[in-house]
């Protein structure tokens, strides 16, 4: 019996696809690569010995003469086990084509016409999203704010610009649940101010210690906590904000053209980065009301009760770009309302050094000079 298997990234959970022109297996989600073989060894399932052994026998037979032959069928199977959990089969309304995709996926496109379909039915009951922010920037400003991230970087390897390679760019909304309440939130912070005199002999710093204490009552609104398994939740954290005035009531007539998923990741799984992130949003606000004339702030302590209100749901415009330098992969996130890019870029080893070196020596010369000073001072 042939068994089938759902292949899904060993980096990230996301589906695999096989790429024709590298011969190899790719993540569209995290665009990570991955040898044919590679992938057997991990997912094959192990053939009965029982189904060797009749194999073989079968193989040794042959037909008597004057014998038909005939091609064996038994062993297929319309039974396709737990491989279909996560897989769905729809059909274009535009060719008629079968598309399968997984059950997450609520907008796609099809593979031989091109036309975007979207998957009405997972839109339906406590799946339906209550909220939508459109895509704002296009796929052009996308891969544009991804060469302004990367322009004018000191320390960026002089051939990443050149030889950088754009493989893949992926417009996709992101599902993400939404938290509404209000909060009690006191903190004590430590803060300092630092003056410093110059002497004859030297500087003389001096560092004064105040508590500051602040409390109040804090209402939070839209609290975004990503709710698919296949994003990064730090990355999804760094491309925020999103300006909350231009969210809409869902409506699938802004998916057409993208991909879209529904959650994997369900409302109470996320309850306590939910109360984390509220937490954090509190202590941040306090302490943005201590002055700025302090030259240092730390929390000493802090106390938090949140009062949890609704939760809502809906979807938020990401772009995720996959670039190729010298054969290493660099993946990054584009808000697709802001254009604000976040992501990881290489640093130049030599480039680092000679930055070092040239700030010691201008510490030197400037030292240098200071010393000149209060020598001619003295003198």
């Avoid at 199977?77 to 084509?97: F, Q, V």
């Avoid at 410093?196 to 839209?222: L, P, W």
């Amino acid at each position: 019996m042939v068994t089938l298997q759902n292949y899904q990234c060993p980096a990230c959970g996301g589906g695999l696809t096989f790429d024709a022109q590298s011969g190899k297996v790719r993540c569209e989600y995290c665009n990570s690569v991955f040898d044919i073989k590679e992938i057997e060894t991990l997912y094959a399932a192990q053939e009965k010995p029982e189904a060797q052994s009749q194999e073989h026998s079968q193989a040794q037979d042959a037909p008597a003469d004057g014998e038909s032959a005939q091609w064996d069928t038994s062993h297929l199977s319309e039974d396709w086990g737990d491989a279909t959990s996560s897989l769905k089969m729809y059909n274009c309304p535009s060719c008629g084509a079968n598309i399968m995709c997984e059950q997450t996926t609520a907008a796609t496109s099809c593979p031989y016409c091109g036309n975007p379909t979207v998957i009405g039915t997972l839109f339906t009951g406590a799946l339906k999203p209550d909220y939508i922010i459109p895509f704002k920037v296009d796929k052009k400003g996308a891969i544009n704010a991804l060469k302004r991230f990367y322009e004018h970087k000191p320390l960026l390897p002089s051939n990443f610009a050149s030889q950088n390679h754009l493989e893949e760019t992926q417009a996709l909304y992101v599902p993400f649940w939404f938290f509404d309440g209000q909060a009690y939130a006191e903190a004590l912070f430590n803060t300092t101010t630092k003056t410093s005199v110059q002497t004859t002999e030297g500087t003389d710093i001096t560092i004064n210690h105040y508590d500051c204490h602040r409390a109040g009552f804090i209402d939070f609104k839209m609290i975004p906590v990503d709710a698919s398994k296949k994003m990064n939740d730090d990355l999804m954290d760094s491309i925020e904000p999103y300006d909350y005035t231009e969210i809409q009531a869902f409506s699938t007539a802004y998916l057409p053209g993208f991909m879209a998923d529904i959650h994997d990741v369900s409302a109470e799984e996320c309850f306590e980065r939910a109360n984390a992130r509220c937490e954090d949003t509190c202590i941040s606000a306090l302490r943005s009301t201590v002055s700025d004339k302090y030259d240092s702030c730390s929390v000493a302590r802090k106390k938090v009760v949140l009062k949890q209100g609704r939760v809502s749901y809906g979807l938020l415009p990401v772009y995720l770009l996959n670039t190729k330098c010298e054969d290493k992969k660099y993946v990054f996130a584009v808000n697709g309302q802001t254009g604000k890019v976040v992501g990881d870029l290489p640093i130049s080893k030599g480039k680092a050094v000679l930055s070092f070196l040239i700030k010691l020596v201008i510490g030197f010369i400037i030292g240098g000079i200071a010393s000149y000073g209060l020598y001619f001072l003295n003198t």
